[in-house]
C-alpha cells in the first residue's frame, strides 16, 4: 500500500481523537499518509497531523456553515482529478464522517465499508457482527479507491514525532443544490463530569430502570464514581435520555476501566459498544440476562435496591 | 406537501440471526418486519402532511423477499402508497446499490421531502440515506432530533458530539431521524384493514434500468471469511441478599477504581 488518505475532524482548534487514532494506525500500513480536513485552521492542525504520520494536510477551507459531507466529498474528489486516487481513504465514524464516506461512495462509484474495527496492509476490513461475538472480514471488489469508515477506539492513538505536515488548499468545485444545508446556530449541552467516551468509569441504565425518573440513580451513581453516565438504545428510544448517551452499535464505544451495567440485558446491538471495557460489572433481575455472559463481576438483583445502596455506601465513604 | 418515506424489511431483531455460509448473506428467508427504526420516519412524515394540510406519504422499500407484511405496516399507519423494488437478483446487494435503486424509485414520485432513518436495525452500514441523497442531486441533513418544514425550507435540530446544531436546508432534501424524535403510532384495527387495498407499485431492478449494477455482482465489494471474535469470558455472578451493594464497592475496590 503506497498512498494513504485519512479524513481528520477538526474540533474546537485540534483534531478529534478518533482522527488521531486513524493516522496512527495508517502509519503501519506502509505508504505515504496524507490527511484531509476542513474549515481553514490548516496552519494550526499541521503540526498535530504531521506529528501523527501525516506528511500532507488538504485543507477544504472554510465551508461557510455548510453541513462538511457534500463539500468535503466535493474537495476528495476534485484532489483525486488532479492527484490520482489513493490506495484508500479512511474515515472516522462520526456525524460528519459518515455523511463524507456516504457523499463520496456515489461521487466516485465506488463501494463503502463501516463499523470497521480493523484494517489490514492487504485491504482486508473487519466488521463486528451479532453484537462482536464474530468478526467478518472483507475487501474491495470494485476499481477506485476503497472507503473505509472506522469506528473509535479500534486502534490507539500514539504520537510518532513527525514534523509538521505541509498545508495544501482544495477546493470543493461546483456542488449545486447538494451543499444548501447550512447550519445556523450551535447548541452545546451542558455536561457535567467527564466526556462518556473518555470517563475512567461509566454507569449505564437500561429498560431495567423501569421509568424514566430512575435514570437519575444513574447520574447520581456516576458523579459519586467521577464517572460519565450512559444508556441503552431501549431507553433512548423511549426518549428518557437524549442520543448523546447511547452506548452501542448505533452510539457511542466506550473502553472505561470499568462499566457498570444497570438493568441492561445486554443485547447485541449494546455490547458492541462497551464490550472493550477492562472491567464490567452488571446489575439485572434476570439471572440469565445475556448481559452476565460477559461481565465480570454480576448482581442478580433489583436495580431500584441494589443502585440506590450503592449510592449510599460511595457517599458515606 | 409530498413525502417519501424510505423503509426496509428485515428479520425479526428477537429472532436469533446467522450468515449463510457460502454467501455470507444475513439469512433473510424468515419472516420479515417493519424495522423499528423505520417507523419513526413514518410517524414523522404522516404529523409534517398533517401539519401542511394537503400532500401524502409515500413509502419506498427494497428487498429480494416478495414479502409485503413490513410494507403493509406502514401503509397501516397511515402512509398513502408504496413502492417496493423486490427481485431475486437484489440478494446481496451493497449499500451504493441500494442507494441507486432507492434513488431511481423515489424519481417516480418526486417528492418534496424524503426521510430515513439513520440507519437499518439489520445491516446498520449508515450511508444509504445520504448516497441517495447524492444520486438525486439533493442536500441532506443527517441525525435529525427535531423536524419542522417552513414553507419550501427543512428545519433540523441535528444531533452533534456535544449538543445540536440548528440546520436549515431547502426542500426538495433527504433528513434521516434518529428514534425518539416522534412517537409512532400504533396502526388502528381501521388502518390495518384499509391497508389492505392501498396500493402496492411492485417493481424489479431491471424496470428502473438498473439490471447489473445490484446484487453481489454489482457490490464494490465482498465478505472473505467469519471468524468468531475473541471470547469475554463469565465472570463472578452473586445473586443480591441485601448484600449486593457491599459486593460492588469491594470489587471496585478490588480494580483499585475506589
Known amino acids: 500500500m503506497s498512498n494513504i488518505w485519512v479524513v481528520v475532524e477538526p474540533a474546537n482548534g485540534a483534531l478529534t481523537t478518533t482522527s488521531l487514532e486513524l493516522l496512527t494506525h495508517a502509519r503501519t500500513l506502509g505508504g505515504t499518509v496524507s490527511a484531509i480536513t476542513w474549515g481553514g485552521q490548516g496552519a494550526a492542525l499541521a503540526a498535530q497531523a504531521g506529528e501523527y504520520g501525516a506528511t500532507t494536510l488538504h485543507d477544504a477551507g472554510d465551508l461557510g456553515g455548510a453541513l462538511p459531507g457534500a463539500p468535503v466529498a466535493g474537495a476528495i474528489t476534485g484532489l483525486i482529478a488532479s492527484a490520482g486516487a489513493p490506495d484508500v481513504i479512511l474515515i472516522p465514524t462520526s456525524y460528519d464522517g459518515r455523511d463524507i464516506a ?41 476499481g477506485g479507491p476503497g472507503i473505509v469508515v472506522i469506528r473509535a477506539k479500534s486502534f490507539a492513538a500514539e504520537s510518532a514525532g513527525g514534523a509538521p505536515a505541509s498545508v495544501n488548499s482544495i477546493a470543493s468545485g461546483d456542488l449545486g443544490a447538494t451543499n444548501s444545508a447550512k447550519i445556523v446556530a450551535s447548541h ?99 439471572a440469565d440476562a445475556p448481559i452476565f455472559q460477559i461481565a465480570d463481576f454480576g448482581i442478580v438483583g433489583d436495580v431500584h435496591k441494589v443502585l440506590p445502596a450503592l449510592i449510599e455506601k460511595l457517599k458515606s465513604r | ?61 427494497m428487498g429480494s423477499s416478495a414479502d409485503l407484511s413490513g410494507v403493509r405496516n406502514a401503509l397501516a399507519m397511515g402512509a398513502a402508497k408504496a413502492i417496493v423494488v423486490s427481485d431475486d437478483s437484489l440478494r446481496g446487494t451493497d449499500a451504493l446499490g441500494t442507494a441507486k435503486v432507492l434513488a ?16 437499518s436495525s439489520d445491516g446498520y452500514t449508515g450511508t444509504v ?69 392501498k396500493p402496492v407499485e411492485e417493481l424489479t431492478a431491471a424496470d428502473l434500468g438498473l439490471a447489473g449494477e445490484t446484487g453481489a455482482a454489482g457490490a464494490g465489494q465482498e465478505i472473505t471469511s467469519v471468524v468468531a471474535a475473541e471470547a469475554r469470558a463469565a465472570g463472578e455472578k452473586h445473586t443480591d441478599e441485601g448484600d449486593g451493594a457491599d459486593k460492588i464497592v469491594a470489587f471496585l475496590e478490588s480494580i483499585k477504581v475506589l
Not at chain 2, 104 to 119: F, G, Q, S, Y
Open chain 1, 102 to 142: 456516504g457523499r463520496l461512495s456515489a461521487k466516485l462509484n465506488t463501494g463503502v465499508l463501516t463499523n470497521v474495527t480493523g484494517y489490514s496492509a492487504d485491504g482486508a476490513t473487519e466488521h463486528p457482527v451479532f453484537g462482536g461475538t464474530q468478526i467478518v472480514k472483507a475487501r474491495f471488489t470494485s
Open chain 1, 188 to 286: 452545546v449541552e451542558e455536561r457535567v463530569g467527564p466526556k462518556l467516551e473518555e470517563a475512567a468509569v461509566v454507569v449505564s441504565g437500561g429498560r431495567g430502570l423501569g421509568e424514566a425518573s430512575a435514570y437519575a440513580l444513574i447520574e447520581e451513581a456516576a458523579k459519586l464514581l467521577n464517572g460519565a453516565s450512559g444508556a441503552s438504545r431501549a431507553i433512548v428510544d423511549a426518549g428518557w435520555v437524549p442520543y448523546s448517551k447511547q452506548v452501542g452499535q448505533t452510539g457511542k464505544t466506550v473502553k472505561p476501566t470499568v462499566y457498570i451495567a444497570c438493568g441492561i440485558s445486554g443485547a447485541t446491538q449494546h455490547m458492541v459498544g462497551m464490550k472493550g471495557s477492562k472491567n464490567i460489572v452488571a446489575i439485572n433481575k434476570d
Open chain 2, 1 to 61: 406537501m409530498n413525502i417519501v418515506v424510505c423503509v426496509k424489511q428485515i428479520p425479526d431483531p428477537a429472532a436469533p440471526a446467522s450468515l449463510d455460509p457460502t454467501t455470507h448473506n444475513l439469512d433473510r428467508t424468515g419472516k420479515l418486519i417493519l424495522d423499528e427504526a423505520d417507523t419513526y420516519g413514518v410517524e414523522m412524515a404522516l404529523q409534517l402532511v398533517d401539519k401542511a394540510g394537503a400532500g401524502e406519504v409515500t413509502v419506498v422499500s
Open chain 2, 104 to 119: 431511481a424509485a423515489i424519481k417516480r414520485v418526486n417528492p418534496d421531502l424524503v426521510l430515513c432513518a439513520t440507519e
Open chain 2, 129 to 197: 440515506p445520504v448516497q441517495v441523497a447524492e444520486i438525486l442531486g439533493l442536500p441532506s441533513v443527517t441525525f435529525a432530533k427535531s423536524v419542522t418544514v417552513d414553507g419550501s425550507t427543512v428545519k433540523v435540530d441535528r444531533q452533534t458530539d456535544g449538543g445540536y446544531d440548528e440546520v436549515t436546508s431547502p426542500l426538495p432534501a433527504v433528513v434521516t431521524v434518529t428514534a425518539g424524535v416522534v412517537e409512532p403510532r400504533y396502526a388502528s384495527f381501521k388502518g390495518i384493514m384499509a391497508a389492505k387495498s
